[in-house]
C-alpha cells in the first residue's frame, strides 16, 4: 500500500494483493451470511406452500403457486391477536423500565465513587451465574402472595431488573472518558441526562421468553406469543405449512426491531458520544 499527498487531499493506494485478499474475505463473509439465512428462507418458502408440498424433495425454494390464504387462515385458529397484544405489551413495560433500572445502576457504578462500589458490582454481577431454576419456586411463591399470579404484571415486574444489563451498561460508560461527563456536568446537564438506552436486549429477550408466561398466565386471554405458538402447534401438528407461517409472523416484529437498532447497540454510546 502506497500513500502519496496531492495538494490538501490523500490518495491511498492499495496493492493488487491486498485488494485480493479483501475481497476473498468479503466473499466469504457474504457465503457465511447467506448460509446462516438458508433455515429462514426455507421457513418462508414452506408458508406459502400446501402441507404436501412443504417436505418434497428436492426442494422448491419458490413454490409453483404462492398461498397467501395460509397467513389469513392462521388468525382463525387461535387467538393470535391477543398473543401479540399481550407479547408487545409486556416486551414495551419491560424494555422501559429495565432500561431505567439498568443505565442508572450501571452510570452509578461505572462514574460515581463510593464506598463498596466494586464489590457490590462484582456481587450484582454474581447472580446471572445463578440458575433461574433455582429461585423459580421462591419466585412462584411470592408472585403468588402478591396477588399477580395469572397477570402480565407478574412478568413484568419479574424481569424489571437485570444483573447483565447493567454489566452491559457499565460496559458503555467505562469508554466515556470521565471528563466528557464533567464537561457536560459545567454546560448544565444533570446526572439523570448522562445515560443511555438499552434496547434490543431486553426486547428480543422480553418477546422470546417462553418459560415465565408459561408458569405464569394460564388464561388465554393473558398469554404470549410463544405460549400461542406451541398451543398452535400442539393443536395442527400436522399442517406444517400453517405453522411455518405462525412461525414467520411470530418473528417478524423482533426481527425489525433488531435490524432497525443493531448499528446503534454495535457503535455503543462511547462512539457516538465522542463524534464531532
Known amino acids: 500500500m502506497t500513500q502519496m499527498v496531492q495538494g490538501r487531499h490523500t490518495v491511498i493506494r492499495r496493492s493488487p494483493a491486498s485488494v485480493a485478499l479483501k475481497a476473498l474475505l468479503y466473499a466469504v463473509l457474504i457465503a457465511l451470511a447467506l448460509f446462516t439465512l438458508i433455515p429462514f428462507v426455507w421457513m418462508i418458502s414452506a408458508s ?39 407479547t408487545a405489551t409486556i416486551a414495551l413495560l419491560v424494555t422501559f423500565i429495565q432500561t431505567l433500572t439498568s443505565s442508572f445502576a450501571a452510570y452509578a457504578f461505572a462514574k460515581l465513587q463510593f464506598r463498596g462500589r466494586n464489590t457490590l458490582f462484582i456481587c450484582y454481577v ?32 419479574l424481569q424489571s431488573f437485570s444483573a447483565f444489563g447493567v454489566f452491559l451498561m457499565r460496559q458503555f460508560y467505562q469508554g466515556i472518558p470521565t471528563e466528557l461527563c464533567e464537561a457536560a456536568r459545567i454546560d448544565g446537564l444533570s ?68 435490524l432497525a437498532l443493531q448499528k446503534y447497540f454495535i457503535q455503543g454510546i462511547a462512539t457516538t458520544g465522542l463524534k464531532g
Not at 404436501?52 to 387462515?73: A, M, Q
Not at 447472580?127 to 408472585?143: G, H, K, N, R, S
Not at 446526572?191 to 434496547?199: D, P, Q, S, T
Open 48 to 86: 406459502l406452500k400446501l402441507d404436501r408440498e412443504v417436505f418434497s424433495y428436492p426442494i422448491r425454494w419458490i413454490p409453483e403457486t404462492f398461498h397467501w390464504e395460509n397467513y389469513r387462515l392462521i388468525w382463525s385458529k387461535v387467538p393470535l391477536v391477543t398473543y401479540f397484544k399481550n
Open 191 to 258: 446526572e439523570y441526562g448522562i445515560w443511555a438506552r438499552l434496547v434490543i436486549f431486553t426486547f428480543v429477550g422480553t418477546w422470546n421468553d417462553y418459560m415465565g408466561p408459561m408458569i405464569y398466565l394460564t388464561r388465554d386471554v393473558n398469554k404470549t406469543v410463544q405460549v400461542g405458538l406451541r398451543r398452535f402447534i400442539q393443536e395442527n401438528s400436522s399442517d406444517y405449512h400453517l405453522i411455518m407461517a405462525v412461525s414467520v409472523c411470530s418473528l417478524l416484529p423482533v426481527s425489525v426491531v433488531f
Open 126 to 157: 454474581a447472580t446471572i451465574a445463578v440458575p433461574w431454576q433455582t429461585y423459580m419456586l421462591p419466585q412462584f411463591i411470592l408472585m403468588r402472595a402478591m396477588g399477580l399470579y395469572d397477570t402480565l404484571w407478574a412478568i413484568v415486574v
